[in-house]
Nanobody, 120 residues
Framework: QVQLVESGGGLVQPGGSLRLSCAASGSFINIYDMNWYRQAPGKQRELVATTSNGGSTTYADSVRGRFTTSRDLAKNTVYLQMTSLKPEDTAAYFC??????????????WGQGTQVIVSS
């Protein structure tokens, strides 16, 4: 099993910055992609950013140029640096990953989410 714990959310003014962290722990052989999703009230969950274990990254059009995801393989931690935040970035942010367990099974896991509120 894999546990994902996010941190770093909070209240920030428009134009401000926040950094989210997501640490993976548990019994696994390898973690492949680590992703950030967000879900605003009344909206569908949206993929924000993905980083592979090879370091490649992809971003949603809505955040490209403002958000940066990075990964510390040694710490099994992924980060989401958010800058130039807008009120429309307000959402619950979730971390997810695809992991190979010691049983050789490959499964997807989700964190509990962290709230980001962008408001003056």
């Amino acid at each position: 099993q894999v546990q994902l714990v996010e941190s770093g959310g909070g209240l920030v003014q428009p134009g401000g910055s926040l950094r989210l962290s997501c640490a993976a722990s548990g019994s696994f052989i390898n973690i492949y992609d680590m992703n950030w999703y967000r879900q605003a009230p009344g909206k569908q969950r949206e993929l924000v950013a993905t980083t592979s274990n090879g370091g490649s990254t992809t971003y949603a059009d809505s955040v490209r140029g403002r958000f940066t995801t990075s990964r510390d393989l040694a710490k099994n931690t992924v980060y989401l640096q958010m800058t130039s935040l807008k009120p429309e970035d307000t959402a619950a942010y979730f971390c997810s990953c695809t992991a190979r367990l010691r049983t050789e099974e490959i499964r997807d896991y989700w964190g509990q989410g962290t709230q980001v509120i962008v408001s003056s």
